[in-house]
């Protein structure tokens, strides 16, 4: 008898589109070409995005984490500081400027096009209701572009429900954070909504292509799944919200799994179908890496679950447009995946 014969059957749901998205992307991008362009050290504010082994990824390459630009040495004030995918209050770069520091903004773009929408509101003479989560880098960026007063942050449709507007404040305008749950801001705005008949709605949907498609992909591959195992860390927003999205949309059990050494194989037990995603800031190594740590105890085979095709891209800073980025330069993320060639 071979050793196939004798392992369990299992499928594996490889959810599509999955892991990193353009923002992401473009993030990690901006910090190896800034040490090809600058070398060793670049300092970045904050995990440049949420993900340590990542982060560990970039250390090795020479990049220094710090909270604050006061960590930065005086001596290292010619190297380049990058400011995180999730956005930074507008303190942050006037900051960096009365330091004479050399900073790189990583922001995402799409993150930029909430701060835009946040401010338009205001100049509109709108208090604007921030919808998101208390404390995240992406809530802080976005509520340090208005002034003080001028924006709340509204959690919950309880939240909503009790939310009052400023005394004085005749008219109300509204953005969210990038990676919330589709189907519970719905919820939220909803109740807005109902409350302030008036509220205005930001130009565009505030929620991201990439947590809009991740979360479809997730919701049409959990029904039926004994696991739904998502690939990302428990401070990223959206890969937690896929782990909701996957029991919601039936799944019986649902983890958020950072490395394959953390399965409890005890825990995990006799299943049958696993479904399987990553948060937008989970690189595919690690997919790889949890698929083999399947297959070494299942006679598993791998179905595409695919809902969306995804060809975004968002180009790095104008200073880095001139250095080469190769796969070799990426491959500490993305194994030996090489993305089409960009024009
Ligand atoms: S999740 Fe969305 S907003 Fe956040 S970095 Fe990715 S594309 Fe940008």
Redesign the pocket.
């Known amino acids: 008898m071979t050793m196939l014969e004798t392992m369990p059957p299992l499928t594996i749901r490889l959810c599509g589109p999955r892991g990193f ?4 992307d473009r993030a990690i991008q901006i910090v190896v070409l800034a040490l090809k362009a600058y070398g060793a050290p670049v300092y970045v504010r904050h995990e440049i995005v949420h993900n340590r082994y990542v982060v560990e990824g970039l250390e090795a390459k020479g990049a220094v984490f710090v909270e604050e630009l006061n960590e930065i040495p005086a001596e290292h004030r010619a190297q380049p500081v990058v400011f995180s ?1 999730h956005g930074v209050p507008k303190s942050v770069p006037a900051d960096a400027e009365a330091r004479k520091l050399f900073y790189l903004d990583a922001t ?1 773009p ?2 930029s096009k909430v701060h835009k929408q946040a401010m338009r509101h205001q100049r509109l003479g709108r208090h604007v209701i921030l919808i998101g989560h208390d404390g995240h880098p992406e809530v802080i960026g976005t509520m340090g572009q208005l002034p003080e007063g001028s924006v709340s942050l509204v959690e919950t449709v309880e939240d909503a429900a009790n939310w009052m507007p400023p005394e004085g404040v005749e008219s109300l305008g509204y953005v969210t954070q ?2 919330l749950s589709v189907d519970d801001t719905a919820g939220v705005i909803a109740m807005l909504e109902q409350r302030f008949p008036h509220l205005t709605a930001p130009a565009a949907d505030s929620i ?1 292509y ?2 809009t498609n991740r979360q479809e992909a997730v919701k049409h591959a959990a029904p039926g799944c004994d696991l739904f195992i998502v690939v990302g860390a428990p401070n990223s927003s ?1 890969s937690k919200r896929l782990v909701e999205v996957a029991l919601k949309a039936g799944a019986t059990r649902s983890l958020l799994v950072q490395r394959a050494d953390e399965l409890d194989w005890n825990e995990i037990g006799p299943i049958r179908t696993l479904g399987l995603s990553a948060g ?1 800031s989970a690189p595919e190594v690690i997919v790889d890496e949890i698929i083999a740590a399947f297959k070494a105890r299942f006679d598993a085979k791998v179905e595409l679950a695919i809902t969306a095709e995804e060809n975004e891209h968002f180009l790095v800073n104008r200073e880095l447009r001139g250095i080469e980025l190769t796969v070799a330069d990426m491959a500490f993320v993305n194994g030996d995946y090489a993305p089409p060639p960009r024009t």
């Not at 998205?21 to 992401?24: E, L, R, W, Y």
Request: proline content about 0%; aromatic content about 0%.
């Open positions: 998205c353009a923002g992401v995918a995402c799409l993150v990038t990676t991201c990439a947590t959206n937008a």
